[in-house]
């Protein structure tokens, strides 16, 4: 039997830090105090200025040359790039480069699956990869910050913004941040093929009340802290070079001008050095808040509060000058915010080496981008559902209907954020169905709508009609690109247009229809899926989703994809997430549901616990799901020992067996239960997992280690701390399954 240690595949992304070079930090801060002392008030408040393309070369290049720009947005000519970087770097006094910068999300020009679905992988590696390729790629056009990774925390798929992130999982969600902002940074920053990540959004608008984009949250601290603020905190410790702040406010305070969480937490309880920057206008849009008079006083606060740099909406430029005279901004606040934009600059070695080779645009598309954008795409589908082994295709099939307004939209199938990617060189399902099966099998293609939105029902009865001379229906739907993603949320997460009905007439053929489903969140499929033989959901796959999925379905791969959220049936079951915590009254399942309530019942007859009469106990998929082609056995739960102490490490192994008859890959889970403490804690967190692969057959024995020290939590007086008690852990495929195992800590 082979031993698999897990905890070495995860520990890092965790409890990693930067190294540091001390003396060349030390140099670099030499630099920064010289730079410092020559800088004008204005010089220094321009640093402080970023702003948005435009024009031509002319038009930029006085603001430019006066030292009023410290950063510019979505420049994606190399030349144009070298042109305004000369300007700065030439004929501005004292030299200072320009840090160019752009939503670089999922991919430059080869774009990856969205984050959320690269998080279904769980694979950090395809975070890593995905992040390092876009960051190849855009540097070769001269960007060198991006603003990600989007690492809210995100339960409410109605927000459209989940789609950018990992779900639902704080655990989860700092592996995979982690894994991004050294993909991006790679080895050093100093390398002309990194770029500075700037995780986003610091924090809590993933909990944007009705899931409706820019809304209030109300998080209090301690949830705050035991939810929302441990991603931000590990890619904080993993190096990340900056951090932008979001556009809510939580508890009446936008996180632009919260000096909680950008003085004392990020600074001074993580000790942050980088940039701190602001969202989109979002210094101004305090106004809208309510939470400023004028720009004035929204420059004051968000400079007070730990705002280095000002995106667009020139406050800063405007009206520090006369906050200084006034005394209402002090001198040195200016300095600390110049100090950690110049140390960015240096740590990208742009004073040395400003310019772009502006022959790396080769770069682009390279084979070895497009490949690892393939693998990453079939590591992130997810297989739902799989009656009868219809998948993966056989031999058998010699007619497949190609159908679904996803079927071939090389548009809509790179998803959200992708303002660099070209479909042209989106190679879609119906393209790689073609180019794989040839001759060999007869290929009906009729769409039956045109788009996700479509309802024309014409087009779905010629669609059902072409579809049951096949022998399997390949059904493609989901949403557009643009129905997911900033400020596109949604109300009803049941598939738009006729998608529904599409999915009813094909089922009416009595053909085995496998729905694949591109889209930017979880959908409530509940009806479509009892419709389906098969279920592949593969969020918006990217440049080579087509190819991935192909692969998956004709079996030249294995689906091992998990859901990085909860699937629920219908919108009114949100918030719906598995670590909620626990209830005095947990749902029993002895209840009595709607349709079974007997007329004139009792107001207590159906069971005075938490659940809906209308939903049932569960959703639709938990956190943690997802099928293979083959099976899998856990058994053999072990731990190291029933009692540790709080500076111990568990070990926690078990043997996984492959009990089918094709080799696949598990995602195994570790979930941890606090049973008894001073604060009511979540019914299950997520601690560990690990991808194992296995052959038919083939068993391996499995380790998780677990210091105890991770199982803190901020308790009743708001100290972060392990309590002794009662714990049991589950060693599972999702976050419902798994044999139940107790554990204690002890004084």
Not at 295 to 313: L, Q
Not at 662 to 671: D, N, P, S, W
Request: net charge negative; hydrophobic share 40%; with cysteine.
């Amino acid at each position: 039997m082979k031993m698999l240690s897990a905890c070495l595949l995860l520990l890092p992304f965790i409890s990693c830090t930067q190294v540091q070079d001390t003396k060349n930090d030390a140099v670099i801060e030499q630099k920064i105090e010289a730079l410092l002392s020559r800088m004008t008030l204005e010089e220094k408040i321009g640093q402080m200025n970023q702003i948005s393309s435009y024009g031509n070369i002319e038009d930029m290049s006085g603001l430019i040359k006066k030292g009023e720009v410290g950063s510019i947005l979505n420049e994606v000519d190399p030349v144009r790039v070298n042109a305004l970087q000369r300007v700065a770097m030439e004929e501005s006094r004292l030299g200072i480069p320009l840090l160019m910068a752009r939503d670089v999300i999922h991919g430059f020009k080869t774009i990856f699956p969205i984050p959320l679905g690269q998080a279904a992988s769980f694979n950090p590696q395809v975070a890593k990869d995905g992040a390092r390729v876009a960051a190849v790629e855009a540097s070769a056009v001269g960007i060198r910050w991006t603003f990600a990774p989007m690492i809210d925390v995100a339960r409410d798929p109605r927000w459209g913004r989940m789609a950018e992130g990992c779900g639902e999982d704080t655990y989860l969600t700092s592996v995979m941040g982690v894994a991004m902002v050294e993909g991006f940074q790679g080895d050093s920053l100093n390398s002309p093929t990194s770029i500075a990540a700037c995780p986003k959004h610091f924090v809590g608008y993933g909990a944007a009340e009705g899931g409706r984009d820019y809304n209030s949250t109300f998080i209090p601290e301690r949830r705050l802290r035991d939810v929302y603020l441990p991603p931000f905190e590990a890619v904080a410790k993993a190096g990340a070079a900056t951090f932008m702040t979001s556009f809510n406010d939580n508890d009446g305070a936008p996180s632009t001008g919260n000096t909680f969480i950008l003085k004392d937490v990020l600074r001074g309880e993580w000790g942050f050095d980088g940039i701190v920057v602001s969202d989109w206008a979002s210094v101004a849009e305090m106004m809208a808040h309510g939470f400023a008079a004028d720009s004035k006083e929204a420059a004051m606060k968000a400079v007070n509060a730990g705002v280095d740099m000002e995106m667009v909406s020139y406050t800063f430029v405007k009206e520090l000058p006369e906050l200084i005279k006034e005394g209402k901004v002090k001198k040195s606040a200016i300095d600390d915010a110049v100090r950690n934009i110049l140390r960015i600059k240096f740590r990208l070695g742009l004073f040395d080496n400003p310019y772009v080779d502006e022959k790396r645009i080769e770069e682009l598309y390279a084979p070895s981008h497009l490949e690892a954008a393939k693998q990453a795409a079939v590591e992130s589908a997810i297989l739902l559902k799989n009656e009868k082994e219809t998948l993966p295709l056989q031999s058998s099939v010699k007619t497949v209907a190609v159908v679904g307004p996803m079927a071939n939209a090389p548009y809509d199938q790179l998803g959200t954020w992708i303002f660099d990617g070209d479909k042209t060189k989106t190679v879609t399902p119906l393209k790689a169905i073609k180019e794989l099966v040839g001759d060999k099998v007869q290929v009906i293609y009729e769409p039956g709508l045109t788009y996700s939105r479509d309802k024309n029902m014409a087009g779905v009865a010629k669609a059902a009609a072409a579809a049951a001379r096949a022998d399997v229906i390949l059904a493609f739907v989901g949403e557009e690109a643009i129905l997911s993603g900033e400020a596109h949320c949604l109300a009803d997460l049941n598939l738009q247009g006729a998608q529904s009905e599409l999915i009813a007439a094909l089922a009416k053929t009595g053909k085995p229809v496998v729905t694949v489903v591109m889209a930017g969140r979880p959908l409530t499929i509940g009806k479509e899926v009892e419709l389906s033989s098969a279920v592949l959901y593969s969020f918006h796959p990217g440049t080579m989703g087509g190819p991935a999925l192909v692969d998956l379905l004709w079996g030249k791969a294995v689906p091992s994809g998990k859901t990085p959220v909860t699937f629920p049936k219908m919108v009114g079951q949100i918030p719906v997430y598995y670590a909620h915590n626990s209830s005095g009254r947990p749902a029993t399942r002895n209840e009595v549901l709607l349709n079974d309530i007997p007329l004139e019942a009792g107001q207590t007859s159906l069971g005075c616990t938490s659940f809906y009469m209308d939903a049932g106990f569960d959703p639709l998929y938990p956190f943690g799901y997802g099928l293979s082609y083959t099976t899998f056995k856990y058994d053999n739960v072990k731990l190291s020992s029933a009692n540790l102490k709080k500076e111990d490490v568990l070990t926690v192994t078990f043997d996984l067996e492959n009990t089918g008859k094709y080799e696949g890959t598990e995602v195994a889970q570790l979930y941890v239960q606090d049973k008894f403490a001073s604060v009511t804690r979540p019914v299950k967190e997520l601690k560990r997992f690990a991808r194992v692969t296995l052959k038919p057959g083939e068993k391996k024995n499995v380790s998780f280690e677990l210091p105890i020290s991770e199982l803190a939590f901020w308790n009743i007086d708001m100290v972060k701390t392990v309590e002794a008690g009662d714990f049991a852990l589950w060693v599972a495929p999702d976050s419902q399954s798994g044999e139940e195992v107790f554990f204690k800590v002890v004084d």
